[in-house]
């Protein structure tokens, strides 16, 4: 059974860092594809960043430069680390795991190409 769950969400100032958690169960991690989203209020999901199974990264414009993606096939987790947080960052955040082995880069961003989905972790920053 697949398992992704996210930790590490909360309220924080505007200029401020949060390092997010997910953490995954029930398939081969290291072989896999990650990603994490995020959806804002009224608003629909969109791509954040994603780690290639080789370690390959890529982001959205809109992190780019801030957010760091991380990950340790050891511990079976992913991280996303935010620096210089700003109000426009505030959405839930979902990590998520591409449907097939091995795959990845060039379309990373396409939430259609993730199978499985954490339930999310509430990030909001305060100006």
């Known amino acids: 059974q697949v398992l992704l769950v996210e930790s590490g969400g909360g309220l924080v100032q505007a200029g401020g860092s949060q390092r997010l958690s997910c953490e995954a169960s029930g398939f081969t991690f290291r072989s896999y594809t990650m990603g994490w989203f995020r959806q804002a209020p009224g608003k629909e999901r969109e791509y954040v960043a994603a780690?290639?199974?080789?370690?390959?990264?890529s982001y959205a414009d809109s992190v780019k430069g801030r957010f760091t993606i991380s990950r340790d096939n050891a511990k079976n987790t992913m991280y996303l680390q935010m620096n210089s947080l700003k109000p426009e960052d505030t959405a839930v955040y979902s990590c998520?795991?591409?449907?097939?082995?091995?795959?990845?880069?060039?379309?990373?961003?396409?939430?259609?190409?993730?199978?499985?989905w954490g339930q999310g972790t509430q990030v909001t920053v305060s100006s």
């Open positions: 998520a795991r591409r449907r097939t082995t091995y795959s990845g880069s060039g379309r990373d961003y396409d939430e259609s190409l993730y199978a499985y």
């Open positions: 780690i290639v199974w080789n370690g390959q990264t």
